[in-house]
């Protein structure tokens, strides 16, 4: 089950067992002892090493799946893996961000550490998807951020029905059901404060962050009680959605009970239950046909959407609750969103509707595949519904007008910006306003780099799509990790520079400036850190009202007032 290398001699697994590191080492070494056994590094050049593939807990399978994580066994020849381990078991099998090649027996980690004299400062990343899709593997290349002296841990946790499903027959001995996935985040948490100082790093001093699902576990943390302690300083990429949406373990049983009985109904004669009573052993007998096949995505439909619930034990009340009651764990934090987020899945309906097309259709001048304005109106009625925001006052706040000069863009423009404030920017906005008025540190950003390279839509170096994603959901990752859309020229390579430089010197010291990057001023004021390339307005400061209209905040978005 560990796929340990059958390849290291034996004098290696001697060296193994003697590396313990002092925590004034002056590079962590090619083989690190961990509590559990040794790990061997893949050299990644003359400033980084990266450990890939390290157990944090056991496999959750068998009589384990669907259970808080177990401790992982121990080993004794070095594991040498040369890349992550398979991701986490993927809902969605047409999503172009879902990774190939997953698996239930996924609990594992990666290390990569810069070379030099430590104690380094730690950043555990936990990636995004929706809790459905994603691993560690898009960001294997921390480089930015590792060569200016921290060590960058990337976590993988269960998603989907194997992470957040809370059927009945799941409770555990307190009554509690659900939140698998953080709490393996939260043991991987443990095993870094146990480990880190192996590999160099200061065990006191532990950085989390993450992109959208992997933000919102951010904002999770730090309203569990049971992350209290487990991190420093906290930074949140556009995961400040949903505070308040939270399902109670009720609501969830009753979804996961109607996703199950879906799943079960499509399932081959002979897999259903014993007299047809639910059970734990018969959901964690259940075989993967049924898992990966159907209750995968039957629990993803039940439920709108995977997040996080009030479990019991993770959360016992929902985010925006716990920081009401200022309940929370108080830490400082870097809270951020990007200025076009939901720009991201209108381009993604638009290449499915391009797909679709018979015959495929990628031609980037043919527009007919652009919201029109009638799809706008249709749009807003759904949003009223959902929101209780009337269709006249979307219409009064996001006229077509008001989005730019070419009125073929306008529709999807409008609907972004409607979308992007109600799911993201105004949420995030709150937010930030609730951390500074308990007296927390807190830095506040907006990503603008409208000439930032599209993650997806490129087919054979040529954008596929008519329309332009600007600065959407998730394009300000290439800028903090090595990716295939890496910044591209002098403009976006100073920004990344900056900006690795912000999250850095925060998690080196609880506060993003210093020597070589513009002034950053906090949040208590109101202030609004631009991201952006030169010829785009640069890095500068800007006012919480000229970022998002506060009135629009408070009044529109009231079900957002945090």
């Given at each position: 089950m560990r796929h340990l290398t059958s390849k290291i001699s034996a004098s290696l697994a001697a060296l193994a067992v003697l590396a313990t590191t002092p925590a004034f080492a002056a590079d962590a070494p090619v083989v690190v002892n961990t509590v559990n056994g040794p790990v061997q590094a893949t050299e990644r050049g003359a400033a980084m090493r990266s450990y890939f593939g390290i157990p944090f807990a056991a496999p959750p399978v068998g009589e384990l799946r669907w259970k808080a994580p177990a401790p992982a066994a121990k080993w004794t020849a070095p594991i040498a893996r040369s890349k992550t381990a398979a991701a986490c078991l993927q809902t969605g099998a047409d999503s172009p961000f879902r990774t190939r090649g997953d698996s239930e027996d996924c609990l594992y980690l990666d290390v990569h550490?810069?070379?030099?004299?430590?104690?380094?400062?730690?950043?555990v990343w936990i990636h995004g998807g929706a809790f459905t899709t994603g691993d560690a593997s898009t960001y294997a290349d921390p480089g930015p951020m590792v060569g200016k002296?921290?060590?960058?841990?990337?976590?993988?946790?269960?998603?989907?029905?194997?992470?957040?499903?809370?059927?009945p027959a799941l409770?555990?001995?307190?009554?509690?059901?659900?939140?698998?996935?953080?709490?393996?985040?939260?043991?991987?948490?443990?095993?870094v404060r146990a480990n880190i100082s192996r590999f160099g790093g200061d065990a006191k001093n532990v950085t989390i962050f993450g992109e959208s699902a992997g933000g919102f576990s951010v904002m999770?943390?730090?309203?569990?009680?049971?992350?209290?302690?487990?991190?420093?300083?906290?930074?949140?990429?556009?995961?400040?959605?949903?505070?308040?949406?939270?399902?109670?373990?009720?609501?969830?049983?009753?979804?996961?009970?109607?996703?199950?009985?879906?799943?079960?109904?499509?399932?081959?004669?002979g897999v259903a239950c014993a007299g047809g009573a639910v059970t734990a052993a018969c959901l964690r007998g259940l075989p993967d046909t049924v898992v990966r096949g159907k209750l995968m995505s039957a629990f993803e439909r039940a439920t709108g959407g995977v997040i996080p619930s009030i479990d019991g034990k993770v959360l016992t009340r929902s985010i925006k609750a716990t920081f009401a009651a200022g309940a929370n764990n108080k830490v400082p934090v870097i809270n951020g969103s990007n200025e076009d987020e939901n720009l991201l899945f209108l381009a993604l309906a638009e290449l499915g509707a391009r797909f679709a097309a018979k015959p495929p259709n990628f031609n980037p001048a043919d527009r007919s595949f652009l919201m029109t304005a009638e799809g706008f109106n249709k749009g807003a009625e759904a949003m009223a519904s959902q929101t209780g925001v009337s269709v006249s006052d979307l219409a009064g706040y996001y006229p077509l007008s008001r989005h730019g000069d070419d009125v073929g863009?306008?529709?999807?423009?409008?609907?972004?910006?409607?979308?992007?404030?109600?799911?993201?920017?105004?949420?995030?906005?709150?937010?930030?306003?609730?951390?500074?008025?308990?007296?927390?540190?807190?830095?506040?950003?907006?990503?603008?780099?409208q000439t930032a390279v599209p993650l997806f839509g490129v087919f054979g170096g040529k954008y596929a799509l008519s329309l332009p994603q600007g600065a959407a959901h998730a394009f300000e990752l290439p800028y903090l990790f090595g990716m295939a859309s890496a910044a591209q020229n002098a403009e976006q390579t100073a920004l990344k520079a900056t900006m690795s430089t912000y999250w850095t010197n925060f998690a080196k010291t609880g506060n993003p400036n210093g020597a070589g990057v513009p002034a950053w001023a906090g949040f208590k004021g109101g202030t609004v850190q631009a991201l952006d390339v030169a010829s785009g307005g640069g890095v500068t400061a800007m006012t919480a009202d000229a970022f998002r209209d506060q009135h629009l905040c408070k009044t529109a978005w009231a079900k957002q007032t945090f």
């Amino acid at each position: 089950m560990r796929h340990l290398t059958s390849k290291i001699s034996a004098s290696l697994a001697a060296l193994a067992v003697l590396a313990t590191t002092p925590a004034f080492a002056a590079d962590a070494p090619v083989v690190v002892n961990t509590v559990n056994g040794p790990v061997q590094a893949t050299e990644r050049g003359a400033a980084m090493r990266s450990y890939f593939g390290i157990p944090f807990a056991a496999p959750p399978v068998g009589e384990l799946r669907w259970k808080a994580p177990a401790p992982a066994a121990k080993w004794t020849a070095p594991i040498a893996r040369s890349k992550t381990a398979a991701a986490c078991l993927q809902t969605g099998a047409d999503s172009p961000f879902r990774t190939r090649g997953d698996s239930e027996d996924c609990l594992y980690l990666d290390v990569h550490t810069p070379t030099g004299k430590g104690p380094f400062p730690v950043m555990v990343w936990i990636h995004g998807g929706a809790f459905t899709t994603g691993d560690a593997s898009t960001y294997a290349d921390p480089g930015p951020m590792v060569g200016k002296g921290v060590i960058v841990v990337a976590i993988h946790y269960r998603l989907g029905a194997m992470g957040f499903l809370a059927h009945p027959a799941l409770r555990d001995a307190d009554g509690s059901a659900g939140d698998y996935g953080m709490m393996d985040q939260q043991a991987a948490l443990r095993w870094v404060r146990a480990n880190i100082s192996r590999f160099g790093g200061d065990a006191k001093n532990v950085t989390i962050f993450g992109e959208s699902a992997g933000g919102f576990s951010v904002m999770t943390h730090l309203a569990s009680p049971l992350s209290k302690g487990l991190f420093d300083k906290a930074i949140i990429q556009s995961g400040a959605y949903g505070v308040a949406d939270q399902l109670t373990q009720a609501q969830l049983e009753a979804k996961s009970t109607t996703a199950l009985e879906t799943a079960m109904a499509g399932a081959d004669p002979g897999v259903a239950c014993a007299g047809g009573a639910v059970t734990a052993a018969c959901l964690r007998g259940l075989p993967d046909t049924v898992v990966r096949g159907k209750l995968m995505s039957a629990f993803e439909r039940a439920t709108g959407g995977v997040i996080p619930s009030i479990d019991g034990k993770v959360l016992t009340r929902s985010i925006k609750a716990t920081f009401a009651a200022g309940a929370n764990n108080k830490v400082p934090v870097i809270n951020g969103s990007n200025e076009d987020e939901n720009l991201l899945f209108l381009a993604l309906a638009e290449l499915g509707a391009r797909f679709a097309a018979k015959p495929p259709n990628f031609n980037p001048a043919d527009r007919s595949f652009l919201m029109t304005a009638e799809g706008f109106n249709k749009g807003a009625e759904a949003m009223a519904s959902q929101t209780g925001v009337s269709v006249s006052d979307l219409a009064g706040y996001y006229p077509l007008s008001r989005h730019g000069d070419d009125v073929g863009l306008q529709p999807s423009r409008a609907a972004a910006a409607a979308g992007t404030d109600s799911t993201f920017s105004c949420n995030g906005v709150n937010v930030s306003a609730r951390i500074a008025a308990q007296g927390a540190p807190i830095w506040m950003y907006e990503f603008r780099d409208q000439t930032a390279v599209p993650l997806f839509g490129v087919f054979g170096g040529k954008y596929a799509l008519s329309l332009p994603q600007g600065a959407a959901h998730a394009f300000e990752l290439p800028y903090l990790f090595g990716m295939a859309s890496a910044a591209q020229n002098a403009e976006q390579t100073a920004l990344k520079a900056t900006m690795s430089t912000y999250w850095t010197n925060f998690a080196k010291t609880g506060n993003p400036n210093g020597a070589g990057v513009p002034a950053w001023a906090g949040f208590k004021g109101g202030t609004v850190q631009a991201l952006d390339v030169a010829s785009g307005g640069g890095v500068t400061a800007m006012t919480a009202d000229a970022f998002r209209d506060q009135h629009l905040c408070k009044t529109a978005w009231a079900k957002q007032t945090f």
